[in-house]
């Protein structure tokens, strides 16, 4: 029998969906699960963007242009200029989801064996578009003990070396919810250009700010114009993630003709999909008030029922929706497994995400979990409750 390719071999499994399984196996056995594991938002999406697709009359569904619409690209550009983001509709490439914005900048900054490094945890799927370009991760881990904020620049530059291509950032942070400071993007930004480096942003969730602060774009900085490359997208933002559209922004113009042939490639991002995001971008600034109003309570009902089960540590999130917690746990996967497999309270039961696999440095994160404040706040106090007792049962086993 053929053999499948050593990166097949390599490529490694979503931690977020590598327990379906067993949820599904519960959900046939009658049980309730409630899922922190996934980022899904139970937000409705807007209904501008419903109602451009179900009112269009389009009667041959043709292949857009390479790079995306030229409408949507040009309102994307007004759209960023709203967020100190001075770009135009030839800086921005329309993917198939922030996920082939990510393939495309691997593809078209990178060569086999060269090396980007990241502070971990990150967005497991970094390791899996790394592994698929025969680029190797160099991780940098944040601390727990400081909600996960930006190592000290030293300890980046004790990792940087001639295979050294990119820096890449979530900001704010998945799985960590960690808002970047301006200060912190600023001396990601110096390192940059002390080493001539690309810095990559994964900034999906800049809507997603809580306490009053601010999100800071590494597209902000004039003097790393050359060197900024951002990845953006439509899913959490509007609750569109079954759209699949995202986009690939970058004001260095080698970068985007490179990563246009990859676009070429694949020939276009989908039309449908397209024009529902396109519309979204009409969405009233209340919406969003609304959105962050509710992802704040929900933020704190999920931190200050953590905080009270005893032996449960929490850093606390100041963006996007979800947070790292340590549980008095030996062995997260273990835990999470069980709760689906062999626990249940009153037919229901919780689901969480190992953050082992949010990390790139074997072994670390084997007691934590990444939890998502996706739904409801009725579910997020009956899970908390749930998991809770689960605990309690897990030690005594």
């Known amino acids: 029998m053929p053999n499948i390719s050593q990166k097949g071999l390599q490529m490694p499994e979503s931690p977020i969906r590598k327990l379906v399984p067993f949820a599904e196996a519960a959900i046939e056995k009658g ?3 409630y899922q922190l594991n996934i980022g899904q938002p139970d937000i409705k999406t807007p209904e501008v963007a419903l109602e451009a697709v179900k009112k269009n009359n389009i009667e041959v569904l043709s292949y857009s242009h390479s790079a995306g619409f030229q409408s949507y690209r040009e309102k994307l550009a007004a759209y960023y200029s709203k967020h100190d983001i001075p770009v135009d509709s030839n800086d921005i490439i329309i993917t198939t989801g922030g996920s082939e914005a990510l393939l495309f900048t691997m593809g078209s900054i990178t060569d086999p064996g060269d090396e980007v490094i990241i502070p971990e945890p990150f967005y497991a799927n970094y390791n899996g578009f ?28 004790k990792l940087i070396t001639d ?3 990119a820096i890449l950032l979530c900001n704010p942070g998945n799985p960590t919810g960690y808002l970047y400071t301006k200060e912190e993007i600023r ?40 060197h900024a490359i951002m990845v953006d997208s439509v899913s959490k933002r509007y609750s569109m993630c079954g759209a699949r559209i995202g986009c690939l922004v970058s004001k260095n113009k080698e970068v985007i ?29 209340e919406y969003f008030n609304e959105v962050i109003e509710e992802y704040t309570l929900r933020r704190n009902i999920l931190v200050e029922g953590l905080e009270k089960i005893e032996g449960v540590k929490v850093a606390k999130p100041k963006g996007a929706f979800y947070c790292i917690a340590e549980l008095p746990v030996d062995d997260a996967e273990d835990f ?12 229901e039961t919780v689901m969480v995400a190992p953050a082992a696999g949010f990390y790139s440095t074997p072994n670390t994160g084997m007691n934590q979990v990444r939890i998502a404040y996706v739904l409801k706040r009725e579910n997020l106090e009956r899970a908390l409750e749930i998991l809770q007792e689960a605990l309690i049962q897990y030690k005594n086993r």
């Open 130 to 157: 790394a592994t698929a370009s025969g680029v190797k991760v160099i991780p940098i881990k944040a601390s727990f003990q400081d909600n996960f904020a930006l190592p000290e620049i030293s300890e980046f530059e």
């Open 31 to 33: 049980k309730t699960i």
């Open 257 to 285: 003709s490179a990563a246009m042939k990859f676009a070429q490639a694949r020939l276009s991002p989908p039309t449908f999909a397209q024009i529902a995001s396109e519309a979204a971008l009409e969405t009233p600034e």
């Open 163 to 165: 295979k050294t291509k």
């Open 187 to 226: 001396q990601i930004a110096d390192l940059a250009i002390k080493y001539d480096l690309f810095v990559v942003a994964d900034e999906v969730y800049r809507e997603f700010a809580y306490d009053g602060v601010t999100h800071h774009s590494i597209m902000s900085i004039p003097e790393l114009e050359q």
């Open 336 to 347: 999470a497994k069980w709760l689906l497999e062999d626990f249940q309270l009153n037919d």
